[in-house]
């Protein structure tokens, strides 16, 4: 029997053992352990990655959204559109902030968000929009920004999941996930598409200004030391995670290739099945695989995982209760039939193994396990 699990970290870092042990050692030799040179590297080289002209790092994902959402002047009451499918993070800061979350609900095909729930949902507070895009392919971003245009307002892509992806306007330009809105947000999470060794996150941005204020805030507010001017937070990413992104950046496109590989690999067992529905994709963009996730058909999903399971393929529901019904974010405004998209995905979506290293072989039993127990 093999084992499959969601994510396989230990292979793709023996393929870079040398280079990562090196880089890490390197800052434990310096103790450069705050604000060491690969910080900058690596910001420099994402920067060139993306194309965008700010890259500002921080600790995590979920600071990435509050420090852009801090940037951008909200004021408490202000109402922020976002999708009722995500994960909770992008919602959280939110309400941490004492925004008003206002969700609306999800495409069936590609789980991102509606654009004409969304654009139902402006009312005269609502002040910003966070596209999520969801499991590594982007929102309908040609939508969502002519939207933003026409009402004045600002776009966060929470790109935690989508890095790499590129989006093909209809005029023809192309741009990376993250770089089309006002801030973008990322995650190097070490299950993120990049990954760190521990928590690490960005924003990008193409504003000078508003770059500029994004770095004050994550470094409490401050220009010059000890001088602070707007409230702030704590964020860095520290040198250790740096050095280990700087090693790995040069093989995300690598890595992007693997994950759509194996995506194919699915596609072509799954496709055809009655009770199996593949990611739809959005011909505007391209999918980095950040999850596999398919719908079930009438099938019994807690059933199917411990089965799976029994042939050691792992699976995992990526995200059981939509926002809306949370019990943190359960609303008087909401209540469950709301959206019925979200709610019909919560009960239905299953993903797959989907990481850097999936072998022929591995993909050949997992497909071989789904089909069986399905058959
Ligand atoms: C991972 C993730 C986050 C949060 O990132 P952290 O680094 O874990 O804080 C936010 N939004 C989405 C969509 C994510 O997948």
């Known amino acids: ?18 280079e990562i042990d090196k880089a890490i050692l390197d800052v434990v030799e310096n103790t ?3 604000n060491g040179p690969a910080v900058k590297e690596f910001q420099t ?7 965008v002209k700010h890259v500002i790092n921080c600790a995590n994902g979920t600071d990435a959204l509050q ?3 801090m940037a951008l002047d909200l004021q408490p009451g202000d109402e922020v559109i976002t999708t009722s499918f995500t994960f909770v993070a992008t919602v959280e800061v939110i309400a941490l902030l004492q925004l008003i979350p206002v969700l609306v609900d999800a495409l069936p095909g590609t789980y991102n968000i509606d654009p004409v729930a969304l654009e139902k949902a402006i009312t005269p507070k609502t002040k910003a929009i966070v596209p999520v895009h969801l499991f590594g392919q982007c929102a309908d971003m040609e939508a969502i920004m002519d939207i933003a245009r026409r009402h004045n307002l600002r776009v966060i892509e929470d790109n935690c999941q989508a890095i790499g992806a590129y989006y093909t306007f209809s ?7 993250g770089t089309m809105g006002d801030i973008g947000t990322t995650s190097f999470f070490p299950s993120k598409n990049l990954g760190c060794y521990g928590d690490g996150g960005a924003m990008f941005t193409n504003d000078d200004i508003l770059a500029e204020k994004l770095r004050m805030i994550s470094n409490h507010g401050m220009k010059v030391r000890y001088y602070h001017d707007s409230i702030g937070v704590n964020s860095r990413l520290d040198t250790i995670q740096a050095a280990v992104l700087k090693v790995k950046l040069p093989h995300l496109d690598t890595y992007i290739a693997n994950r759509q590989r194996a995506a194919a690999y699915y596609d072509n067992a ?5 009770k199996l529905t593949i ?3 959005d011909p505007k963009s391209t999918h980095v695989f950040h999850q596999y996730t398919m ?4 099938v019994d999903r807690a059933d199917l995982q411990a089965k799976l399971q029994e042939k050691g393929i792992s699976s995992m529901v990526y995200y059981p209760v939509p926002m809306h019904m949370q019990k943190a974010y359960a609303d008087v405004r909401y209540q469950e039939g709301d959206f019925p998209v979200t709610e019909a995905l919560s009960r239905a979506v299953m993903s797959l193994p989907m990481h850097t290293e999936l072998t022929e072989e591995q993909l050949a039993y997992v497909v071989g396990g789904v089909l069986e127990v399905l058959s």
């Open 1 to 18: 029997m093999m084992n499959i699990p969601m994510v396989d970290l230990k292979t793709q870092y023996h393929n870079v053992k040398e």
């Open 32 to 34: 450069t352990f705050i």
């Open 45 to 51: 080289a994402l920067e060139t990655y993306m194309g």
């Open 67 to 69: 420090i852009a959402m």
């Open 171 to 177: 005029d023809g330009t192309r741009k990376q996930a």
């Open 270 to 274: 799954f496709g055809n099945h009655p």
């Open 279 to 281: 990611p739809a994709r």
């Open 295 to 298: 719908v079930l058909n009438g």
